[in-house]
C-alpha cells in the first residue's frame, strides 16, 4: 500500500534519550554494556541524553535542532517515547520533525512497542536483555517504517498524540497501581493485576465507535440523515504552518456521535482499552492481528457480569495471545477508526501509553503513517 521503507545512513548520529529511573534502574548499565558495543560495531554513533525529570526528554526534543540527528532512541519505557512524541508534536515543525525516525529500546518496566515490534519482525517472544539484544540488532540493521499515531481530546480540551494505546478501568488501575512495584520490571503487572482482581470493579460510561470496515464518510445506515461528521473536530485549525493535524472523523465532544457510528449497548464495563499495537506488555500479546501501519485501533472492552476466574483466565490467555479464542461473551474486540468514551463521573483512571490521566471524556481517531520507527 506503497509502505516506504527507509535505511538509516552510515555512520550514524543517534541522540539516545535515557532514563536511569525507568524500570529496574538498571537502564545506563546495560546500555553501556548491552547496547554501546553493538551500535560502535555498526557505525552508528550515540550521544547519551540522561534525563534528569519528567517531562526533560520532551522540552529536549521539542527544542532541538534535528538535523543533528538521523535517529532518536529512547532507552526506557513506553512513557519516555510518548513524551518524546508530544514534544515533537509541540514543534512548529512537527511534520518535518516526525520523519526523524524513532526507537525504541526496552529498559523500561512497561516495553510494549519493543515487544511488538519484536514480534512484528516474527522473532520468538523474549524479554529482558533479549529483547533489549534484538532492538539493538533491529537498531543495527536501520530500517524504518512508517506508523500509524492516534491523536487524543479530553473534554477539557487536552490533546495528546499516542502510539500505544488507551486505557480505562481494569488495565489502567493495574498499570498505575503497580507503578510502586516499578522495580520488580514487568512482574508489576503480574503482581498488579492479581491485586486489581481481588477487589473487582464496575466503571460507567458510554462508549462509541467508527467501524474499521465503514468507509470514512460513508455512512453504513444509508437512511440517515446528513449529520456527518464535520470536515473538523473544530478544535484545531484546519491548515497553516504548525497547525496540528484536523481530526476529520471527530465532531466535539459536546456533540453527539455521528450517526453511522455504533453506541455500545453495555454501560457498565470492567475494562476498555483501545490498541494500536499487537503488545500491552512483553508478556501480553494483547492485539495479534495489530501492525505498525495498518490504520486500525483495536478496541477491546469486557462488559461487567464477567467474573474474577474468567477475567484471570483472559489474562493467562494473552500471554499467548489466545484469549479470543475463550469466546468468553464479556469479551469485546473491534477494530475501529476511532472511537470515544464518556465516563459516568471522575472516578477512576484513565491511561493514555501506560501514563496516567484524569478521568473525563476522551475520543480518539487513527492518524494513519503519522511517524516513523525504526523496524525490521
Ligand atoms: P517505566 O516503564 O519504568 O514506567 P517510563 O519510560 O514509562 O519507564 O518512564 C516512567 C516515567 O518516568 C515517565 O513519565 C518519565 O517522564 C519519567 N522520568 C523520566 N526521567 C526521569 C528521571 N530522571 N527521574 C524520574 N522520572 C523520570
Ligand atoms: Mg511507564
Known amino acids: 500500500d506503497g509502505v516506504s521503507y527507509g535505511l538509516l545512513p552510515r555512520p550514524c548520529r543517534a541522540l539516545v534519550l535515557l532514563n536511569p529511573q525507568s524500570g529496574a534502574g538498571r537502564a545506563l548499565e546495560d546500555f553501556q554494556a548491552v547496547v554501546q558495543p553493538m551500535l560502535a560495531d555498526a557505525d552508528i554513533a550515540a550521544t547519551v541524553f540522561v534525563t534528569e525529570r519528567p517531562h526533560h526528554a520532551q522540552e529536549k526534543v521539542r527544542d532541538e535542532d534535528l538535523s543533528q540527528w538521523d535517529v532518536l532512541v529512547v532507552m526506557s519505557g513506553d512513557g519516555l517515547l510518548h513524551e518524546v512524541l508530544n514534544g515533537l508534536m509541540e514543534r512548529p515543525d512537527w511534520e518535518e520533525a516526525l520523519q526523524t525516525p524513532l526507537c525504541i529500546l526496552p529498559g523500561g518496566s512497561g516495553n510494549a512497542l519493543a515487544a511488538s515490534i519484536n514480534y512484528y519482525a516474527g522473532n ?37 498524540f499516542s502510539f500505544l494505546g488507551f486505557g480505562w478501568g481494569f488495565i489502567a488501575d493495574v498499570d498505575i497501581d503497580s507503578e510502586k512495584y516499578r522495580r520488580l520490571g514487568n512482574a508489576r503487572f503480574t503482581l498488579g493485576t492479581l491485586q486489581c482482581l481481588v477487589r473487582l470493579r464496575v466503571y460507567q460510561g458510554r462508549l462509541s465507535y467508527l467501524p474499521a470496515a465503514t468507509e470514512p464518510g460513508t455512512p453504513r445506515d444509508r437512511k440517515a440523515p446528513a449529520r456527518r461528521a464535520a470536515p473538523t473536530a473544530g478544535t484545531e485549525a484546519p491548515s497553516g504552518h504548525g497547525a496540528l493535524p484536523a481530526d476529520t472523523l471527530l465532531v466535539p465532544l459536546g456533540q453527539p456521535v455521528p450517526p453511522h457510528w455504533v453506541v455500545v449497548p453495555e454501560e457498565e464495563f470492567v475494562c476498555v482499552y483501545a490498541i494500536y499495537q499487537s503488545h500491552l506488555g512483553t508478556n501480553l500479546l494483547m492485539a495479534p492481528a495489530a501492525r505498525l501501519h495498518d490504520g486500525c485501533i483495536h478496541l477491546f472492552y469486557v462488559g461487567a457480569g464477567i467474573s474474577r476466574v474468567a477475567l484471570l483466565k483472559i489474562f493467562l490467555a494473552m500471554g499467548r495471545g489466545t484469549h479470543l479464542d475463550l469466546n468468553c461473551p464479556h469479551l469485546h474486540c473491534v477494530p475501529v477508526r476511532a472511537f470515544r468514551l464518556e465516563p459516568r463521573g471522575s472516578a477512576g483512571i484513565m491511561t493514555v501509553d501506560g501514563e496516567a490521566l484524569a478521568c473525563e471524556p476522551v475520543q480518539g481517531q487513527i492518524h494513519g503513517h503519522m511517524c516513523r520507527v525504526v523496524t525490521a
Open 124 to 160: 520468538d517472544h523474549v524479554a529482558k536483555k533479549k529483547l533489549l539484544t534484538n532492538c539493538t540488532f533491529i537498531l543495527c540493521k536501520g530500517l524504518h517504517a512508517p506508523m500509524d499515531l492516534v491523536s487524543l481530546s479530553t473534554a477539557s480540551g487536552k490533546r495528546f
